[in-house]
Structure formats: structure tokens, C-alpha cells
């Protein structure tokens, strides 16, 4: 069983167009997260999200939102995307109340902007 | 505020070497620390993770790390390197506080030599 799933695994689109990356975790965490990884290997966190509720928003781009339908689901819609989206995104899920800040990974979304 | 510092970009051992790789932190509180690895084209996973127990860690794959609050390091150690362990390390600090900002290292890049 996959605890924390992303789809799609790879992405390639034009510049311009909108595209999400769904996040799905069978862990039965209340925290769900989206880094971003650029390809000098550098994770920056975008968003977390505490029981369907946005707790962290860092310096984003408007272009990007996340929605949470439930806990154990966080997707990422990007509209009118740029040559600087190209990157490896990740979702993470934890457990708030264990108290230790230990992440659990998806695999990671490919995307390509061309 | 917090920071994690990896000291080396780029590792690379023999295999069969004992394998040393370098993380510092600063934390205003009382930190969890975490290792994870992360293959080529694969998501992160957890090496092991210090929570305020045993300040020597074990965690899979014959890593160890010993956290030292005196020389605030976290170093990650392996006797003897195999090939597979070629990989990203990342060195990760939690604060354990409220919503447990997490922040990464740069990472390393362990090359293994046959």
C-alpha cells in the first residue's frame, strides 16, 4: 500500500496552460504539505494544510493554490505556467500531535514547462 | 528561528569505506532531527530521526547519527559504503513547536566508487 500518492509521476505542458498535481495519503495524518524541489536539489515548502485548514503560505505565486477537500487529500492547481515551474513537486503528510516533526514523502510530480 | 547547515555538497568514497556526512543545526528550542535519503527519481525517505531519546540514533541500512548539543551537530555515519548507498542525503530540523517548522539542508550528494 502507497501511504502517500501523487499523480501524475510526470508532467510536460506548454507554458500558459493550467495544470494540477493531486495528493492522496492512507496514513490517517492531519497535515498535509507541498514542497518544491528545483534542480540544484533544494526543497522549499509552499503550503500546509492542518485539518483542511492553510497553515503555512509561504512566498508564493498567486498562480498557484492549493485546495484540500479533506485531510487525507491536498491538491495543487498551477494556472498560466511559467519556464520557472519546472521542477520536482512533493507531497508530505505528518501527524501534528507525535510531536516531531517527522515527514512522510509521495514520490514526487516531474513537471516540465516548455 | 532555526537553520541546518550540510557541510558538503559532494561526498565521494570507495566502497567498502566508512562514509561521514556533515550536518550542523541552530534551533531556538529543543529539536527533533532527521536524516532522509532520497535515490534518483524517488521520493524522500526517512534514515532515522533523533526526538530527545538516545543522542546515538540507528537507523536503517547500517546508518547511524549521533546528535551532539554541545557542537549542535547531527553527523551522519555508515561503517562501510555500498554501492546502493549512492544517493541525496538531507539533514532536517524540526522545532517540535506549535506547527513544527521543519527545515531542510541543501543537501549532499554521496557518490560511491566501485
Known amino acids: 500500500d502507497t501511504a502517500v500518492s501523487q499523480t501524475p509521476k510526470y508532467l510536460v505542458t506548454q507554458m500558459g496552460n493550467d495544470k494540477s498535481i493531486k495528493c492522496e495519503q492512507n496514513l490517517g495524518h492531519d497535515t498535509m504539505y507541498w514542497y518544491k524541489q528545483d534542480s540544484k536539489k533544494f526543497l522549499k515548502i509552499m503550503f500546509s494544510y492542518n485539518n483542511k485548514e492553510l497553515i503555512i503560505n509561504e512566498t508564493v505565486p498567486n498562480r498557484f493554490s492549493p485546495k484540500s477537500p479533506d485531510k487525507a487529500h491536498l491538491n495543487l492547481h498551477i494556472n498560466s505556467l511559467e519556464l520557472g515551474d519546472s521542477a520536482v513537486y512533493f507531497c508530505?503528510?505528518?501527524?501534528?500531535?507525535?510531536?516531531?516533526?517527522?515527514?512522510?514523502f509521495g514520490e514526487g510530480s516531474r513537471l516540465t514547462v516548455l | 528561528a532555526q537553520s541546518v547547515t550540510q557541510l558538503d555538497s559532494h561526498v565521494s568514497v570507495s566502497e567498502g569505506t566508512p562514509v561521514l556526512l556533515r550536518c550542523n543545526y541552530s534551533s531556538s528550542y529543543s529539536p527533533s532531527l532527521f536524516w532522509y535519503v532520497q535515490h534518483p527519481n524517488k521520493g524522500l525517505q526517512l534514515l532515522l530521526k533523533?526526538?530527545?531519546?538516545?543522542?546515538l540514533v540507528k537507523g536503517i541500512n547500517g546508518f547511524e547519527a549521533e546528535f551532539k548539543k554541545s557542537e549542535t551537530s547531527f553527523h551522519l555515519t555508515k561503517p562501510s559504503a555500498h554501492m546502493s548507498d549512492a544517493a541525496e542525503y538531507f539533514c532536517v530540523v524540526s522545532d517540535r513547536q506549535g506547527y513544527q517548522k521543519v527545515t531542510f539542508g541543501t543537501g549532499t550528494k554521496l557518490q560511491v566508487i566501485p
Open positions: 508530505a503528510s505528518s501527524q501534528r500531535d507525535r510531536n516531531t516533526g517527522e515527514l512522510f
Open positions: 533523533y526526538t530527545s531519546a538516545a543522542t
